[in-house]
């Protein structure tokens, strides 16, 4: 039987729901059941060392910060060791687990909040890292929604100061497959079109399920809207905006390379630049050997001159 794009984006959607609202499945048998090892989502190795002081050669701390429905630990477990283990002193969050009061995120899920109460949260943690470590400046690594919440606080929440970027929190912004402009989701999107026009509230659903963040990063939205209607940069930043041409999340990923205004730098690089073979994809952009030799460079010019790239 042929089933129309009207009835499959209606079946999606209506599986959606029922995977995001039914309840917890059954415990194991407990004599067959092996207990998981507890995991602490605060703690990330590598990472949130408050002693740590920066050295001449890394004089500025570095932040990450994770994407959506994952946290730190998840998204930088192997980077933030790498950055360790290199000199830096590098910091991690979580944030976006609670949305306001007018929000959703049923779920509780690890960047599902407004993005602008994100940029908030992101806001306090910097401003944290600064006075811990005596740094004036950051440099932050955002991968997918954390580059969009990241260019957020950049703009609205005092990571920059347009009038004097002298006065900038932040020096370098490196992002990983970020919404910078919107995704699409793959066909997401599309299908959440025809099933809000068939009457399913797509929109309202998402957000009091998994929070807001999900339909903000869409191509489009409002809040995408503002954030860029000031222009893709903020002076004095020195940005990398790395994507993936094997990106299925960000998509299509070209959307995420930014346009430099004045005052600005961007590097826009495909991860596939000069290594046509690599294969990684949206969630490998944290860990891929080359993507992470990008980062390193974006972090510090002379890393290039002592490593060479890897393909």
């Known amino acids: ?12 959607v209506l599986a959606g729901i029922v995977a995001f609202c039914s309840a917890a499945p059954a415990a194991a048998d407990p004599v067959d059941a092996e207990p998981a090892p507890a995991v602490d989502p605060s703690v990330l190795p590598g990472a949130n060392d408050w002693s740590c002081k920066p050295s001449v050669a890394h004089p500025r701390p570095v932040v990450l910060v994770h994407g959506t429905w994952t946290g730190m630990l998840g998204t930088w477990k192997d980077l933030a060791p790498a950055l360790t283990a290199q000199g830096y002193c590098v910091f991690a969050l979580n944030y976006g687990q609670a949305a306001g009061l007018t929000e959703g995120n049923m779920m509780r899920m690890f960047g599902g909040a407004d993005i602008a109460e994100s940029a908030q949260q992101l806001a306090g943690f910097v401003d944290q890292v600064r006075t811990a470590t005596g740094a004036q400046q950051v440099d932050m690594i955002g991968h997918s929604l954390g580059g969009t919440v990241s260019r957020q606080y950049l703009r609205f929440d005092g990571g ?22 919107g995704t699409s989701f793959g066909d997401v999107q599309t299908l959440g079109a025809i099933a809000q026009a068939l009457g399913v509230p797509v929109t309202t659903l998402a957000g009091v399920t998994v929070g807001p963040s999900y339909i903000q990063q869409m191509v489009g939205s409002p809040f995408l809207q503002v954030l860029n209607a000031g222009g893709d940069t903020d002076p004095g930043i020195v940005y990398t905006v790395v994507a993936s041409r094997a990106d299925t999340v960000s998509t299509p990923p070209e959307n ?8 600005a730098v961007v590097h826009n690089v495909w991860l596939q630049d000069g290594c046509a073979a690599n294969a ?17 460079q974006a972090l510090d010019p002379t890393y290039g001159v002592r490593n060479p790239a890897p393909c």
């Open 1 to 12: 039987m042929r089933i129309s794009s009207a009835s499959r984006a209606l079946l999606f």
């Open 160 to 181: 920059a100061d347009r009038t004097n970027p002298a006065l900038n929190k932040v020096h370098s912004l490196v992002t990983l497959g970020a919404t910078n402009h």
């Open 256 to 263: 995420t390379f930014l346009t430099p205004g004045p005052g």
């Open 280 to 296: 990684a994809e949206h969630n490998q952009l944290t860990t891929d050997p080359r993507a992470v030799y990008i980062i390193q």
